[in-house]
């Protein structure tokens, strides 16, 4: 495969078949470096129920076939790495696990640590490689006070992807670069027009990319045989009254509004109760909490979690930072108080923590805290 040059540094660029990646790599190859773009391959799209016809998210056939004309068109090389062994364990599995257990699982963030800089960052190691880069729109530096990589908000705060990145160790970190940090999206577009880019008019993905149909239901149905007779027809629970029944309880989702039925007014997921398979439902008010309890804390941006850290909290991608304090449990959990009231705290999702711009890491949602 590719032999680095003793006269360039050379850098990894996960190609989605998306313009940001493609960009990504054309600007790489711009200023110098020796350029390898690389598409993983992490499941196939007759075995998580896709349509091939509409094949079009990150990892598909039409993926790599567009990762392969950006890579050619840019002059560079390009493979396409099989990962769908560790793909289907680390995250297609804890997807699956994560909705049985009444949670709701965000794969992007276990694929960046498992896949991204977990699979591909040793095999841009193996290949020789400097540096990982990916089209994420975040900032990564060395901090010369904290002796730490720390990763940044992008400069284009409406397309900050930093949230998704707080699980990241310090020596993934140090072999990161991104390039579009600095970047909005149509500038972005402007740069792959520029360098005469088919996908410079590419849409965006948002769906998750194994749930390309971004049906759960089915996704889950057919993943887990039998599913749906086991936990059909579960109570639908309000103040301890039986009030209507549900799907199955996996299907339900904390500020779920849909399938719940009428009840004089709009009524939301509350709480989703795997073993008795209940979901508990209320008005838009019972989704307001002040607390969780967080497991699996990664600090990427310090080196210790001090007692009532006052940080900027976000619980979910789109959740705008809101003050909070941080207060360890002394069993590796955490309790996290916001000044202001949360709306729909969801088990599974991440709580990340800011100081100002700088991302200072994160956790796993366990539950809503008195």
């Not at 020796?34 to 990892?59: L, P, R, W």
């Not at 908000?153 to 998704?164: E, G, I, R, T």
């Not at 940090?181 to 088919?198: F, H, N, S, W």
């Not at 009428?262 to 508990?280: C, E, F, I, K, L």
Request: proline share 4%; aromatic share 8%; glycine share 10%.
């Amino acid at each position: 495969m590719h032999m680095k040059s003793d006269n360039h540094r050379t850098v990894v660029v996960a190609m989605s078949g998306g313009v940001d990646s493609s960009v990504t790599a054309a600007l790489l190859k711009e200023e110098g470096y020796d350029v390898i773009g690389i598409t993983m391959k992490t499941y196939e799209f007759d075995e998580v129920g896709g349509n091939v016809a509409n094949e079009t998210s990150c990892c598909g056939l039409g993926a790599m076939n567009d990762a392969r004309a950006a890579a050619a068109r840019i002059g560079v090389p390009h493979y396409v790495v099989d990962f769908r062994e560790t793909f289907a364990k680390e995250v297609i599995d804890n997807f699956v696990e994560e909705y049985l257990r009444g949670r709701t699982p965000n794969p992007c963030i276990i694929c960046n640590r498992t896949i991204k800089w977990g699979e591909l960052l040793r095999k841009a190691e193996a290949l020789g490689a400097d540096f990982l880069a990916t089209g994420h729109y975040a900032r990564v530096r060395f901090d010369e006070t904290r002796k730490r990589y720390v990763v940044s908000k992008a400069v284009h705060q409406a397309k900050d992807q930093s949230y998704a990145l707080w699980a990241l160790s310090q020596a993934a970190l140090s072999r990161t670069m991104f390039p579009l940090g600095e970047l909005d999206k149509q500038k972005v577009r402007e740069l792959a027009r520029k360098y005469g880019l088919r996908n410079a008019e590419k849409d965006e993905s948002f769906e998750i990319c194994f749930v390309a149909d971004n049906d759960y239901e089915r996704f889950l149905k057919e993943r887990v045989p039998g599913l749906g007779a086991r936990v059909a027809e579960g109570a639908i629970v309000r103040n301890g009254t039986v009030v209507g029944k549900h799907a199955g309880y996996p299907f339900y989702t904390i500020g779920q509004r849909r399938g719940l039925g009428a009840h004089g007014r709009p009524m939301y997921v509350t709480s989703v109760d795997q073993t008795t398979n209940t979901v508990h439902i209320g008005p838009e008010e019972d989704l307001l909490r002040t607390g969780l309890l967080a497991r699996g804390v990664n600090l990427i941006g310090r080196g210790e979690l001090v007692e009532g850290m006052e940080v900027q909290a976000k619980i979910r991608y789109k959740d705008e930072p809101t003050p909070a304090t941080v207060y360890p449990n002394g069993d590796g959990s955490i309790r996290v108080v916001f000044g202001e009231p949360k709306r729909a705290i969801t088990p599974g999702q991440s709580v990340v923590f800011y100081d100002g711009e700088d991302l200072i890491g994160g956790a796993v949602i366990d539950g809503v805290s008195a």
